[in-house]
Nanobody
């Protein structure tokens, strides 16, 4: 059974940095993309960044130039380096692995809280 385990959340200061990690345990195959989403209180979950199997990346406009997504295929791990943090980055962050060859399957992490103080 595949599980995604996140780490690295916590309290950060405005202008500071945090790094999130998400590792898959169990056997996982045909990963198409890895992504980070976030959900702030009272808001819908939104895509922060994703990275495809051929390392194409995509970022939400609100984090472009501040956040960097990367992956380690050998470790089935995805990272999110968050720099120049802002209070509006406060949210629960979820990692997502999308797999599939004939059909798509989404795996989700349990979520990690990121709180940015001003």
């Amino acid at each position: 059974q595949v599980q995604l385990v996140e780490s690295g959340g916590g309290l950060g200061q405005a202008g500071g940095s945090l790094r999130l990690s998400c590792a898959a345990s169990g056997r996982i195959f045909n990963i198409i993309a890895m992504a980070w989403y976030r959900q702030a209180p009272g808001k819908q979950r939104e895509l922060v960044a994703d990275i495809t199997s051929d390392d194409n990346t995509n970022y939400d406009n609100s984090v472009k130039g501040r956040f960097t997504i990367s992956r380690d295929n050998a470790k089935n791990t995805v990272y999110l380096q968050m720099n120049s943090l802002k209070p509006e980055d406060t949210a629960v962050y979820y990692c997502n692995f999308r797999t599939g060859k004939w059909s798509l399957t989404d795996y989700w992490g349990q979520g990690t809280q990121v709180t940015v103080s001003s």
